[in-house]
């Protein structure tokens, strides 16, 4: 079993920048492909970002935050980061961690992903 915890959200003004951590622990842990997944009041969740746990940290981002986030990991930490830059107020939502079992690859997609933190609110105000 895999746990997951966030951490690293807050209220800020549109422009600020905020650094969201995930710690994870459990023997499923060491090798699992790791996301961010959103979700705004109203909305349905969404993908921000994912990560190769491994393998060279290949990454991907929504269009919506190209340029602007960078997911990064510390393996050693069994942590996941999530440095978001410019903040917009369309970025406010809740923030999941989530992470697959090991042996997959990388994926945008919510369903792929097996384990879930509960979430860390990021509000940006305009």
């Known amino acids: 079993q895999l746990q997951l915890v966030e951490s690293g959200g807050r209220l800020v003004q549109a422009g600020a920048s905020l650094r969201l951590s995930c710690v994870g622990s459990?023997?499923?842990?060491?090798?699992?492909?790791m996301g961010w997944f959103r979700q705004a009041p109203g909305k349905e969740r969404e993908f921000v970002a994912a990560?190769?746990?491994?393998?060279?940290?290949?990454?991907e981002y929504a269009e919506a935050v190209k340029g602007r986030f960078i997911i990064s990991r510390d393996i050693a930490k069994n942590t996941m980061y999530l440095r978001m830059n410019s903040l917009k107020p369309e970025d406010t939502g809740l923030y999941f961690c989530?992470?697959?079992?090991?042996?997959?690859?990388?994926?945008?997609?919510?369903?792929?992903?097996?384990?879930w933190g509960q979430g860390t609110q990021v509000t940006v105000s305009s």
């Open positions: 989530a992470a697959r079992n090991p042996g997959y690859g990388l994926s945008t997609e919510e369903f792929a992903y097996e384990y």
């Open positions: 459990g023997s499923a842990f060491s090798g699992s492909p």
């Open positions: 990560i190769e746990w491994i393998h060279v940290g290949r990454t």
